[in-house]
């Protein structure tokens, strides 16, 4: 029976982001007991965005892990990038190691990390790679598997972009976890929320997304003092929230894949997301073209509005609609408004000659 496998759900894993002081751990740890957490967890070597963060304390850190182990009984579990990592956490009697987000892009890292564990009987959590790729996920959980790693799980903690669309730090694109789950089956996945909320008043709505979708467990960074965490601050939820969080989370037990359509709505709603936030994106680059027309029609002390220019757009994109079925009413609707607004903007820039505008 694997480690990952428990009746009950959802398999948590809960600590800080990082073990920074003895005492703030430790604290954490005590603060935590009675929950059901099957693995504590703690950075303690932190991979940083930007240098000059703070970058975890090793070995140091292990010892307090012990510690906690030994206190309070629970199992422990840390980020690994590189084999040196791999060789201190087996000699300090870590459980359970996870491959971050950031080691996870990275083949020939994760090779190295899993080579160094051939012949250990070790649990492994693989995170999503920063970017969304799935072969790339799947292809860093087959590297552990083929040296003999039995006991594997996968940890859907979202995915980088160039400044996000809407509140999420990393976007959960849920089909990307799911269709994990469709490959490999047999390989339990947890969710991070708070690496994808990146807030803490958000945490516990992404892990209901995550419960509600069918996921196996929930990674939680827990703090004893969020606002005082020397890396992610802002995500970071007590133990007192972790506990009320839990009391709300509703658990569904069946994966729901077509069984009621559950999945296929996370599907396309994630899809009808993609298409609005491409939309938005459109419509920003258009009236920034529409603003550069503007400069050159006030060079040339031209008229914002051209009649003729707005009769043959109104045309050509009626002309497309009813191509594609849509009504064409509904589609003038919509470009009335976008060139009205790109008038307006046009119009913002002051023109040489005024009183050539016919609007
Ligand atoms: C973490 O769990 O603190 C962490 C660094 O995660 P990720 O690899 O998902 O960024
Ligand atoms: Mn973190």
Same mark, same amino acid.
């Given at each position: 029976?694997?480690?990952?496998?428990?009746?009950?759900?959802?398999?948590?894993?809960?600590?800080?982001?990082?073990?920074?002081?003895?005492?703030?751990? =430790?604290?954490?740890?005590?603060?935590?007991?009675?929950?059901?957490?099957?693995?504590?967890?703690?950075?303690?070597?932190?991979?940083?965005?930007?240098?000059?963060?703070?970058?975890?304390?090793?070995?140091?850190?292990?010892?307090?892990?012990?510690?906690?182990?030994?206190?309070?009984?629970?199992?422990?579990?840390?980020?690994?990038?590189?084999?040196?990592?791999?060789?201190?956490?087996?000699?300090?009697?870590?459980?359970?190691?996870?491959?971050?987000?950031?080691?996870?892009?990275?083949?020939?890292?994760?090779?190295?990390?899993?080579?160094?564990?051939?012949?250990?009987?070790?649990?492994?959590?693989?995170?999503?790679?920063?970017?969304?790729?799935?072969?790339?996920?799947?292809?860093?959980?087959?590297?552990?598997?083929?040296?003999?790693?039995?006991?594997?799980?996968?940890?859907?903690?979202?995915?980088?972009?160039?400044?996000?669309?809407?509140?999420?730090?990393?976007?959960?694109?849920?089909? =990307?976890?799911?269709?994990?789950?469709?490959?490999?089956?047999?390989?339990?996945?947890?969710?991070?929320?708070?690496?994808?909320?990146?807030?803490?008043?958000?945490?516990?709505?992404?892990?209901?997304?995550?419960?509600?979708?069918?996921?196996?467990?929930?990674?939680?960074?827990?703090?004893?003092?969020?606002?005082?965490?020397?890396?992610?601050?802002?995500q970071q939820i007590t133990p007192n929230e972790l506990r009320q969080l839990l009391l709300n989370l509703t658990i569904r037990n069946e994966?729901?894949?077509?069984?009621?359509?559950?999945?296929?709505?996370?599907?396309?709603?994630?899809?009808?997301?993609?298409?609005?936030?491409?939309?938005?994106?459109? =419509?920003?680059?258009?009236?920034?073209?529409?603003?550069?027309?503007?400069?050159?029609?006030?060079?040339?002390?031209?008229?914002?509005?051209?009649?003729?220019?707005?009769?043959?757009?109104?045309?050509?994109?009626?002309?497309?609609?009813?191509?594609?079925?849509?009504?064409?009413?509904?589609?003038?609707?919509?470009?009335?408004?976008?060139?009205?607004?790109?008038?307006?903007?046009?119009?913002?820039?002051?023109?040489?000659?005024?009183?050539?505008?016919?609007?």
């Amino acid at each position: 029976m694997s480690f990952f496998s428990t009746t009950e759900k959802p398999f948590l894993i809960a600590g800080p982001c990082s073990a920074e002081t003895r005492e703030q751990v =430790i604290s954490t740890a005590e603060a935590m007991q009675g929950l059901p957490i099957q693995l504590f967890r703690a950075g303690v070597w932190k991979p940083r965005t930007r240098p000059g963060s703070f970058e975890g304390k090793g070995v140091e850190a292990l010892i307090w892990l012990e510690e906690i182990k030994a206190a309070y009984g629970f199992k422990t579990t840390i980020e690994v990038a590189e084999p040196s990592h791999v060789e201190a956490a087996l000699l300090h009697h870590i459980d359970v190691l996870w491959i971050g987000a950031r080691t996870v892009v990275n083949p020939f890292q994760v090779q190295r990390i899993a080579d160094s564990l051939k012949g250990v009987k070790i649990p492994v959590m693989v995170k999503n790679p920063v970017n969304p790729d799935v072969d790339l996920w799947q292809g860093a959980i087959e590297r552990f598997q083929n040296i003999g790693i039995t006991e594997l799980a996968a940890i859907h903690r979202g995915f980088s972009t160039y400044k996000t669309s809407n509140s999420y730090r990393n976007q959960p694109n849920w089909i =990307i976890p799911v269709e994990l789950k469709r490959r490999l089956p047999n390989i339990p996945i947890f969710c991070d929320p708070s690496h994808i909320s990146g807030q803490a008043s958000r945490v516990a709505q992404v892990a209901q997304k995550a419960m509600n979708i069918g996921f196996d467990g929930l990674m939680i960074e827990t703090h004893i003092n969020p606002n005082e965490a020397w890396s992610d601050a802002a995500q970071q939820i007590t133990p007192n929230e972790l506990r009320q969080l839990l009391l709300n989370l509703t658990i569904r037990n069946e994966y729901p894949i077509s069984e009621n359509g559950l999945l296929e709505l996370e599907y396309l709603r994630q899809t009808v997301d993609n298409i609005d936030a491409e939309i938005i994106d459109l =419509i920003g680059k258009r009236m920034e073209i529409s603003s550069q027309m503007g400069e050159i029609k006030r060079q040339n002390n031209i008229t914002a509005y051209q009649p003729e220019r707005w009769r043959e757009i109104l045309e050509t994109r009626c002309e497309q609609a009813r191509k594609l079925s849509l009504s064409s009413n509904y589609i003038a609707s919509i470009y009335e408004l976008i060139h009205n607004e790109s008038i307006k903007k046009q119009l913002e820039i002051p023109q040489v000659d005024n009183k050539n505008l016919e609007m």
